[in-house]
């Protein structure tokens, strides 16, 4: 079973806010929720963030927890810890998924990201991002676009991943 989000597809939102999750996004929802079971809507997170965060990032329940636990390792009482519970545990949204497969995005985060008609759903490894159509392409696309074209013609991008991490300190 793949648990990882991988892909990117278009989906319509009605005006309740509901909206069809990628078939291949909820296999993977369903794989990291260890409460699920067939009958069971499964979990996840839906991270809508600060302010400088243009889209809705989604966790699945095994993902968050993996965030959870970073977080609670840093020193209790530091601005970092304080910073992060607020960022990840308090601008977020526990949510499911119902038996049609789809998700019900409140009408707070429609708004966090200006979506109506159209969200645009893509694969980020453990999580998945949902962005109105316009915006992504005006920026991330762009970024990408930009970041190789800054690359020699000759380079496959499939390089950086043989590069030895950087040493701290």
């Known amino acids: 079973m793949n648990r990882r989000f991988k892909g990117e597809s278009h989906h319509k939102v009605d005006n309740k806010g509901r909206v069809s999750i990628p078939a291949s996004f909820r296999r993977v929802i369903e794989a990291c929720d260890p409460e699920w079971s067939t009958g069971k809507a499964p979990e996840l997170l839906i991270v ?19 965030v959870d636990e970073k977080i609670d390792a840093l020193p ?11 960022l990840f545990d308090g601008q977020s ?18 708004q966090k990201i200006d979506l109506d008609a159209e969200a645009f759903f893509i694969g980020a490894g453990d999580t998945f991002q949902i962005w109105k159509p316009e915006t992504y392409d005006a920026e991330e696309a762009a970024k990408t676009e930009a970041w190789l074209d800054g690359l ?5 991008p499939l ?7 950087k040493q701290e300190g």
């Open 76 to 86: 209790r009482g530091s601005v970092e810890r304080k910073m992060l519970q607020r």
């Open 93 to 110: 949204h526990p949510t499911s998924i119902d038996d049609t497969g789809r998700l019900v995005l409140p009408a707070k985060l429609r």
């Open 152 to 156: 020699p013609d000759d380079v496959d």
């Open 48 to 66: 809508y963030g600060d302010h400088r965060r243009k889209f809705l990032e989604c966790y699945s329940v095994a993902a968050a927890k993996e």
């Open 159 to 165: 390089v950086f991943l043989d590069a030895k991490p």
